[in-house]
């Protein structure tokens, strides 16, 4: 076969290919929105579903001229050179394993989704560093992973033959043109066209950046479900990857030796000249407001938003137990608060460190195993004459959380393994047992100060329910009607349910033994679980804080506080310590100062919640209004800074040079 002849039969070929992928995207679009439209917002319209499916066909242009680039490179350009039908079972080949790929991605999408209620995000990358047996078990137990990968498999071989049939499909047979000129110029045309099609697709269906369309731009109907789906599977990962990088690269602001002072001294709140970056978190304690307790409980509870607090939520009987505490005249709740990252290990950072999240990932890094960092929870407890003790009721393998935690000077860690359990799941032991190994090594004479972190209210949810007291009556009378008898939801609920309950008992057990101790209670992460289809920002993502104990008052906290999980060490230290004594904190106490708080993606005050970013719109919860909204500029100074000095400590020690 002369060599232009097999060129153009293989360039016809890889259309083919091409217009089947294109084919394949949209298809799995379509039955994304259809499987998931029960996250569809009311507003969603025809129209935006129309609009999702065409700005999806555009970007997925780019997307399968990515994976048809190969075969035309390995098997249509090299014809050129070779001839031979093994270019087109190489062809083959390649259509079956993108198949499979973007198969495989489809069915995982879905859970993901529901997990995160997003397509692939640069939090995928946390995966390969977390637990991998326990998140395959789970896959197992909670997901259905062998049925999904049976599907999955039974779908990519039926579709394999398809596209066997399609590209055994004739082509058309090369034009005999007589004239060498003719010849060349169907030949010059032929390479034009590649050249055009190349440069069509690179920019989804246009041929210039104006009128480009990429992930950054992407999302522009109004619901956010449809924006997912407008990405394919490749762009989404394409997204996670940018992402993860240009955040590891910086935390989106500019960081210089020049600009740090400036930073430093917006978070010190006064002229510092200094070449030691923790001058700049130099705190003054103002006055204990608390007589100072015995003991000391930070109970982070795995998975518990702030929604079920929420008064329409009330007729779920979800969250009695913290609700209780929190109508006690001895306590105090701040409800626009925020965990520091999205998955638990994210939140233990911040809360350990004090310093925000900015992709680091600061359980590996090694500047955290060098030397206690001068924010580290643990080291301004110990100065105030307390003993330290972590309580995780996971393995102490998961995330290297002992040596992390350690190494950030607390004198003890517990782990599932070293207490008695008899029930749990991969992730750890139910938390009555932890709650129990608490309570039963208080010495009442030691001061102590406990972090509790629990993991019963996690995938795959195997806590006897039934055993334990659940009513689901009393759960299922306050859900909407489309998901009243889902039994999945149910069990969810329930888990929600009783790790509330574990809580509250350990709490009152714990008043009623040691009446002076002091309960910080808050959430690792929400956006995990929802009854709403498509529910806010500030009810997908808020999480509870709150202080319970002897001499708190409703008071305790000014009306407009508002804060993260770098807002409990100093919060904790201004409630307990001295007047004068010295600290140090990234972010500022919920009782003085601390009005704004932000974690990897979001901003919170008071009354409004948005993402971080330019353009980002503002979403007013509780009693405010949009005549109250903040302005912009003070936010992105106080989320700048607070990341720009943490990454640099983090990332190039503490000297500033």
Same mark, same amino acid.
């Given at each position: 076969m002369p060599r232009w002849e097999g060129f153009w039969r293989n360039l016809q070929q890889d259309f083919k290919l091409y217009l089947f992928i294109i084919g394949l995207f949209c298809l799995y679009r379509v039955c994304f929105i259809a499987v998931m439209s029960a996250h569809l917002s009311e507003?969603?319209?025809?129209?935006?579903? @129309?609009?999702?499916?065409? +700005?999806?066909?555009?970007?997925?242009?780019?997307?399968?001229?990515?994976? =048809?680039?190969?075969?035309?490179?390995?098997?249509?350009?090299?014809?050129?050179?070779?001839?031979?039908?093994?270019?087109?079972?190489?062809?083959?080949?390649?259509?079956?394993?993108?198949?499979?790929?973007?198969?495989?991605?489809?069915?995982?999408?879905?859970?993901?989704y529901e997990e995160f209620h997003m397509a692939f995000n640069q939090f995928l990358f946390n995966t390969f560093r977390d637990d991998v047996q326990a998140l395959f078990v789970t896959l197992i137990q909670q997901y259905d992973l062998v049925p999904r990968l049976l599907a999955a498999t039974v779908i990519s071989?039926?579709?394999? #033959?398809?596209?066997?049939?399609?590209?055994?499909?004739?082509?058309?047979?090369?034009?005999?043109?007589?004239?060498?000129?003719?010849?060349?110029?169907?030949?010059?045309?032929?390479?034009? @066209?590649?050249?055009?099609?190349?440069?069509?697709?690179?920019?989804?269906?246009?041929?210039?950046?104006?009128?480009?369309?990429?992930?950054?731009?992407?999302?522009?109907?109004?619901?956010?479900?449809?924006?997912?789906?407008?990405?394919?599977? %490749?762009?989404?990962?394409?997204?996670?990857?940018?992402?993860?990088?240009?955040?590891?690269?910086?935390?989106? +602001?500019?960081i210089d030796v020049d600009k740090m002072n400036d930073y430093g001294e917006y978070l010190a709140g006064h002229t510092v000249k200094t070449t030691l970056i923790d001058d700049y978190l130099k705190k003054t304690a103002q006055g204990a407001k608390l007589a100072k307790p015995r003991h000391v409980f930070l109970i982070v509870a795995e998975s518990y938003a702030n929604w079920?607090?929420?008064?329409?939520?009330?007729?779920?009987?979800?969250?009695?137990?913290?609700?209780?505490?929190?109508?006690?005249?001895?306590?105090? #709740?701040?409800?626009?608060?925020?965990?520091?990252?999205?998955?638990?290990?994210?939140?233990?950072?911040?809360?350990?460190?004090?310093?925000?999240?900015?992709?680091?990932?600061?359980?590996?890094?090694?500047?955290?195993?060098?030397?206690?960092?001068?924010?580290?929870?643990?080291?301004?407890?110990?100065?105030?004459?307390?003993?330290?003790?972590?309580? #995780?009721?996971?393995?102490?393998?998961?995330?290297?959380?002992?040596?992390?935690?350690?190494?950030? @000077?607390?004198d003890e860690f517990h782990a599932y393994g070293d207490f008695e359990s008899k029930a749990g799941n991969v992730w750890g032991c139910d938390d009555k047992y932890l709650f129990n190994a608490v309570g039963s090594s208080i010495d009442p004479d030691l001061p102590t100060f406990h972090v509790v972190l629990t993991v019963s209210n996690h995938a795959p949810y195997t806590v006897d329910l039934e055993q334990e007291g659940?009513?689901?009556?009393?759960?299922? @009378?306050?859900?909407?009607?489309?998901?009243?008898?889902?039994?999945?939801?149910?069990?969810?609920?329930?888990?929600?349910?009783?790790?509330?309950?574990?809580?509250?008992?350990?709490?009152?057990?714990m008043r009623g033994q040691y009446p002076d101790?002091?309960? %910080?209670?808050?959430?690792?992460?929400?956006?995990?679980?929802?009854?709403?289809?498509?529910?806010?920002?500030?009810?997908?993502?808020?999480?509870?804080? =709150?202080?319970?104990?002897?001499?708190?008052?409703?008071?305790?906290?000014?009306?407009?506080?508002?804060?993260?999980?770098?807002?409990?060490?100093?919060?904790?230290?201004?409630?307990?310590?001295?007047?004068?004594?010295? #600290?140090?904190? =990234?972010?500022?106490s919920l009782t003085n100062g601390s009005t704004i708080g932000f974690n990897y993606g979001f901003w919170i005050t008071d009354h409004s919640i948005a993402e971080i970013g330019d353009g980002a719109k503002i979403e007013v919860f509780g009693s405010g209004n949009q005549a109250r909204l903040p302005y912009k500029t003070v936010i992105s100074q106080h989320i700048d800074a607070a990341r720009a000095v943490s990454w640099w400590r983090v990332k190039n020690g503490k000297y500033i040079q």
């Open positions: 507003a969603a319209t025809i129209k935006d579903i @129309g609009t999702a499916l065409y +700005v999806g066909l555009r970007i997925s242009l780019k997307s399968t001229a990515l994976i =048809v680039a190969l075969p035309f490179v390995f098997c249509t350009c090299i014809s050129l050179l070779v001839s031979g039908r093994k270019l087109g079972l190489v062809r083959l080949w390649f259509g079956y394993a993108v198949i499979g790929g973007l198969t495989l991605l489809f069915f995982a999408r879905i859970p993901y071989i039926g579709l394999g #033959y398809v596209l066997k049939r399609w590209l055994r499909i004739g082509t058309f047979v090369l034009p005999r043109y007589n004239r060498r000129w003719m010849r060349w110029a169907f030949r010059t045309g032929l390479v034009g @066209g590649v050249c055009f099609f190349v440069m069509f697709t690179r920019f989804g269906g246009s041929l210039t950046y104006a009128h480009d369309v990429s992930w950054e731009n992407a999302g522009v109907t109004k619901d956010d479900l449809l924006n997912e789906a407008i990405l394919d599977d %490749v762009q989404a990962l394409y997204r996670a990857y940018a992402m993860h990088e240009r955040l590891q690269a910086s935390t989106g +602001v500019a079920p607090l929420l008064p329409e939520y009330k007729e779920l009987n979800l969250a009695d137990g913290l609700k209780n505490i929190i109508a006690s005249d001895d306590a105090a #709740y701040v409800p626009a608060f925020l965990p520091n990252g999205m998955g638990t290990i994210a939140g233990i950072n911040g809360i350990v460190t004090g310093f925000p999240e900015v992709n680091l990932y600061l359980n590996y890094q090694a500047e955290t195993y060098k030397e206690f960092y001068v924010s580290s929870l643990a080291v301004q407890m110990k100065k105030m004459g307390y003993r330290t003790c972590f309580w #995780y009721a996971g393995p102490d393998s998961w995330e290297r959380i002992k040596d992390f935690t350690l190494a950030q @000077g607390f659940f009513d689901p009556v009393r759960i299922s @009378g306050g859900l909407p009607e489309r998901v009243r008898n889902d039994q999945d939801m149910l069990a969810k609920l329930g888990h929600f349910w009783y790790a509330d309950k574990m809580l509250a008992e350990f709490v009152h057990t101790s002091l309960f %910080v209670i808050t959430g690792d992460h929400a956006d995990r679980f929802n009854i709403e289809a498509s529910p806010g920002l500030y009810k997908r993502y808020a999480v509870p804080f =709150v202080v319970y104990g002897k001499g708190v008052t409703k008071e305790l906290f000014p009306s407009n506080a508002a804060g993260s999980h770098i807002n409990i060490t100093p919060t904790i230290v201004e409630l307990i310590a001295p007047k004068g004594f010295e #600290y140090y904190a =990234v972010g500022n």
